[in-house]
């Protein structure tokens, strides 16, 4: 059977006639052929060996091109002998392609792409995202243009025809930039501080900037972006599974808000959490930073094979650097060459293969598996000492009474006492153990016994069991963070896995190396993480930049230069503004990876600082080309942080251990089959940021919605605007007890002397802003009905006021406090509340 029977191009699927006029020039394979042939035709036809249909490649040149049986899929200037073109165009359902059962299908327009293309000469190219960075050409500013940001956004908008939008009034600046780089509003003094300056200044820019300093300088700015990497680095509190049992994994949280407060450079920041261990002279800070590697999940499970854990947990920590850094969907090659992009099951395992020489072994459920680096409180570490101190002393007082009790020569044990005077059957571990080194297990099983045969002494063992229990408690409290550290032994040798199964070894054996289509790690340099780190954060890798820039861009905006985050492969979107993302990218190296500098950039320019109003006939919806500013819903947790700062509940306290705010009843023990019991905290730790919430990995905080589950690693959270939020944003106690403190607030305040005083005071907290005529009508006709409402029922009124353990002042009337607590409700509820403008 020929080629032209054999060729399966499970891609292309439309009839279509190439007799008519091409257009003029020649399409650009990378950035017009490639999405094509990648997204149509290389499941079948790409680097999988095993899915590889009529021994047929097209995602590489000379293969493509290739004759067989005097026959090519691509003959170079020629799309008349093209037997990829024949077949497009077959109408024979036995020969088209893609086959009719594949669900795949091009435009005609696709279609003629190809056609032009292969008749312009084919000439080939590379996928965009694995070409080296280099540092565009930089386009004429445009009149209004602020920075470089606006040079390449401008001139693209030139393009479509489209125009910027202008400036958003400094009330929305403001507010948007203090969410963007804090995670907070700003407060209504900072507001009209700001306001006033820009609005008189003859320099607004420089009055702009100053605000951008002020607010990167910020504690809570670390605070703001710890959120983001918290939920790429799959960080929680307890170790998921059905077992679910804590750990002690807050430290790192508190150097990762530390290190993005010092702006500690994004290549290093890469390299400690990737390899610090490995660093010569590790500090503590250095080794604390690999905890990131060990944030996956652990399986406790009864049953489970330790061998299976263990492997698991290392496609975990492979999986999770390829996404975060390399923006690459490795998981798909565990069982197969990947289907579209050029990676191989070697490429995954050699990947894998820098993690696999830790002493984890996969068994046990513990938070705190060795190898674990002792974080302790000068509190935790005076508890072990006082309990430790009054084991030995009780230790003594047990030995003293075994030495007159059971005779024995100076110096011996127990177990040498004088037969005659010990009772039979004395249990062998008690015998052959000193009193300050039993154990539970071993005094568990001689104080039944002896409570028969000697309640006397009975009892004093019980006081040493006691003694151990308290000083074994104030051990296991001790903060210990699981950590990177390799073995001192041989590495461990790594096999590729038949379809990832731990115990389906192959025979194939690979070592710790980069994937094959970006090089080699430089000769005479130890193949382990510390070279991995090295090459991530290196020149010549042609990703680590882009995808990083990338999610800077998508938290400022909401959707990345690239929508897919995840993915730079052949399956992901080539981004709409090609040339700003490596510009930045290549800045970003440059600059020395610095965050705060590359985010000043950002928020600098006339793109960012332009007004979010849609015009009617908006031709770019998702507006991908820029041409007015971001407007989104900001995360459930930056609203939760919103209500506690505007009531002044917010406590000011930072790091520390998680804590528990309110939640419904029920949900751990439902999640738990009743095993574990949520108490919430009380006082202040009811009122902290949402980032110091405990987050237990099978049932996060019930207050939080559209974010990552944290089980596994995610870079692009879901954002949804459903009524099914109001259940949380209306009803939860956290809320409404906000609303109460916010009502409070703006009734206690003697300067505010009515109600119109208060709608504005209400609407500088919340918006950051005057409230205009139309909407203090609106609010003081629904204050009117809430009045009315409480008044016939006080007791209403007195509930809503019980509502969280904050108490409310009892020197304002019920029925007023009440209204008005609604009345902040509803004003935590506006869609504008909600939004970044």
């Not at 699981?482 to 194939?508: C, N, Q, W």
């Not at 399956?571 to 190296?589: C, I, K, N, T």
């Not at 605007?721 to 906000?738: R, S």
């Not at 204050?783 to 108490?807: C, F, M, N, V, W």
């Amino acid at each position: 059977m020929n080629l032209r029977r054999l060729l399966c191009l499970c891609s292309l699927a439309a009839v279509f006639a190439t007799s008519g006029s091409l257009c003029a020039g020649t399409p650009d394979f990378s950035r017009e052929i490639l999405p094509i042939l990648s997204e149509n035709c290389f499941h079948c036809h790409g680097q999988d060996a095993k899915a590889r249909k009529a021994d047929l490649r097209l995602d590489r040149e000379e293969e493509a091109k290739k004759a067989t049986d005097g026959h090519a899929a691509i003959v170079p200037g020629k799309s008349n002998l093209s037997s990829i073109i024949e077949r497009m165009q077959s109408s024979d359902p036995d020969e088209v392609m893609p086959p009719p059962d594949s669900n795949r299908k091009i435009s005609p327009g696709d279609l003629e792409k190809i056609s032009q293309w292969i008749d312009g000469g084919a000439k080939w190219g590379e996928h965009w995202a694995f070409t080296r960075i280099e540092k565009p050409a930089l386009p004429t500013l445009a009149a209004g243009a602020e920075n470089e940001v606006d040079a390449f956004v401008r001139e693209k908008l030139s393009t479509k025809g489209l125009t910027p939008s202008g400036e958003a009034p400094p009330e929305t600046l403001i507010r948007r930039l203090s969410f963007d780089l804090t995670g907070l509003p700003p407060t209504p003094a900072t507001t009209k501080q700001f306001v006033d300056a820009y609005q008189s200044s003859a320099h607004p820019d420089e009055v702009y900037e100053n605000l951008v300093d002020s607010l990167l300088s910020s504690p809570r700015y670390g605070e703001r972006w710890a959120w983001d990497w918290l939920d790429a680095s799959r960080y929680a509190d307890t170790n998921g599974y059905q077992g679910d049992s804590t750990r002690t994994a807050w430290p790192w949280r508190d150097w990762v808000v530390r290190a993005i407060n010092e702006n500690l450079p994004y290549d290093q920041f890469t390299t400690w959490q990737v390899a610090g261990d490995l660093l010569p002279d590790a500090t503590k800070d250095q080794k604390l930073a690999t905890a990131f590697v060990r944030n996956h999940m652990i399986n406790g499970e009864g049953g489970r094979i330790a061998e299976e854990n263990r492997i698991e947990y290392l496609f975990d920590q492979a999986e999770t650097v390829g996404t975060i850094w390399l923006g690459l969907t490795m998981q798909c090659t565990r069982c197969h060459d990947h289907k579209f992009d050029p990676l191989t099951m070697a490429d995954y395992y050699s990947l894998v293969a820098f993690f696999n020489n830790t002493s984890v072994t996969g068994s046990g459920g513990s938070g705190q598996t060795a190898p674990v680096l002792d974080m302790s409180t000068p509190e935790e570490t005076e508890r072990s000492r006082r309990t430790q101190a009054n084991l030995v002393d009780v230790a003594k007082k047990v030995e003293a009474f075994e030495r007159k009790k059971f005779p024995r020569p100076e110096g011996k044990g127990l177990e040498e006492s004088d037969a005659n005077k010990l009772p039979g059957n004395l249990p062998n571990a008690i015998a052959k153990t000193a009193p300050e080194r039993r154990s539970v297990d071993q005094l568990l099983e001689a104080i039944p016994y002896f409570k028969e045969h000697d309640a006397e002494y009975s009892a004093i063992l019980q006081t040493l069991m006691d003694a151990v229990r308290r000083r074994d408690a104030a051990r296991n409290d001790i903060t210990r963070v699981m950590v990177m550290e390799d073995r001192k032994e041989a590495p461990r040798d790594t096999f590729i896995l038949h379809k990832g199964a731990y115990d389906s070894p192959s025979e194939t054996k690979v070592g710790a190396a980069i994937p094959a289509r970006f090089g080699t790690i430089p000769a005479g340099t130890a193949p382990n993480r510390l070279a991995l780190a090295q090459w991530i954060v290196s020149r010549e890798n042609p990703l680590t930049a882009r995808v990083t820039v990338n999610r800077y861009w998508q938290s400022l905006f909401g959707i990345g230069l690239v929508k897919t985050a995840e993915d730079f492969g052949f399956q992901g979107e080539r981004p709409v503004h090609m040339d700003l993302l490596d510009y930045l990218a290549a800045d970003f190296m440059e600059s020395g990876w610095d965050v705060k500098a590359l985010l000043k950039k950002i928020v600098l320019s006339a793109t960012y600082r332009q007004s979010s109003r849609i015009t009617t006939g908006d031709l770019d919806p998702e507006n991908r080309f820029l041409a007015r500013g971001a407007r989104f819903r900001l995360p459930s947790h930056t609203l939760r942080d919103q209500a506690l700062l505007v009531s002044g509940l917010l406590a000011e306290k930072r790091g520390g251990p998680a804590v528990k705010p309110y939640q419904p009843e029920g949900i751990w023990e439902e999640a738990t089959f009743g095993k574990i019991k949520y108490t919430p905290d009380s006082g202040d730790a009811l009122h902290r940021l949402s980032l110091y919430t405990f987050w237990r990995r099978i049932v996060g905080p019930t207050m939080i919605f559209d974010n990552a589950t944290r089980q596994t690693c995610s870079v692009n959270a879901s954002r949804t605007n459903t009524p099914l939020h109001a259940l949380t944003t209306l009803n939860e106690t956290g809320f409404v007890e906000c609303a109460r403190a916010l009502a409070e607030r703006l009734l206690t305040n003697r300067d505010l002397q009515n109600d119109a005083d208060r709608f504005n005071a209400a609407g500088e907290l919340v918006l950051a802003r005057v409230l205009t005529l139309e909407e203090t009508k609106a609010l003081s006709a629904t204050l009117t009905k809430l009045r009315h409402q409480y008044t016939s029922a006080p007791a209403d009124a007195e509930e809503l006021l019980s509502i969280g353990e904050s108490k409310h002042n009892p020197s304002l009337v019920p029925v007023e406090h009440a209204a008005w607590t609604g009345l902040c409700l509803l004003i935590l509820n506006l869609d504008e509340a909600l939004t970044k403008e």
